[in-house]
Nanobody, 119 residues
Framework: QVQLVESGGGLVQPGGSLRLSCAASGSFLGISVMRWYRQATGKQRELVATITSGLSTNYADSVKGRFTISRDNAKNTVYLQMNNLKPEDTAVYYC?????????????WGQGTQVTVSS
């Protein structure tokens, strides 16, 4: 069984920073794409950032220049450095990953971590 576990959420003032982590564990052959999503109360879940195994990245327009996604392939961990946080960044942040298991690639989600930006 594969598990993704997020950490690093919390309460921060506007303009502050947080670093989220998402570590994959279990039995698998590798991980290709890893992503961060977020879901604010009453809104649809939205894709925030993506990183491939080759370290190519993409970002939602709303976070470009403020958020940075990175990964440590040796640790099967993806990070999201969030700077200059705004109240509208408040949401539950989820990671997901395309995990190679035998001959299949399966999508796994973490349980989410709350980020609250408020003064």
């Amino acid at each position: 069984q594969v598990q993704l576990v997020e950490s690093g959420g919390g309460l921060v003032q506007p303009g502050g920073s947080l670093r989220l982590s998402c570590a994959a564990s279990g039995s698998f052959l590798g991980i290709s794409v890893m992503r961060w999503y977020r879901q604010a109360t009453g809104k649809q879940r939205e894709l925030v950032a993506t990183i491939t195994s080759g370290l190519s990245t993409n970002y939602a327009d709303s976070v470009k220049g403020r958020f940075t996604i990175s990964r440590d392939n040796a640790k099967n961990t993806v990070y999201l450095q969030m700077n200059n946080l705004k109240p509208e960044d408040t949401a539950v942040y989820y990671c997901n990953a395309d995990v190679k298991i035998a001959y299949d690639i399966e999508l796994y989600w973490g349980q989410g971590t709350q980020v609250t930006v408020s003064s």
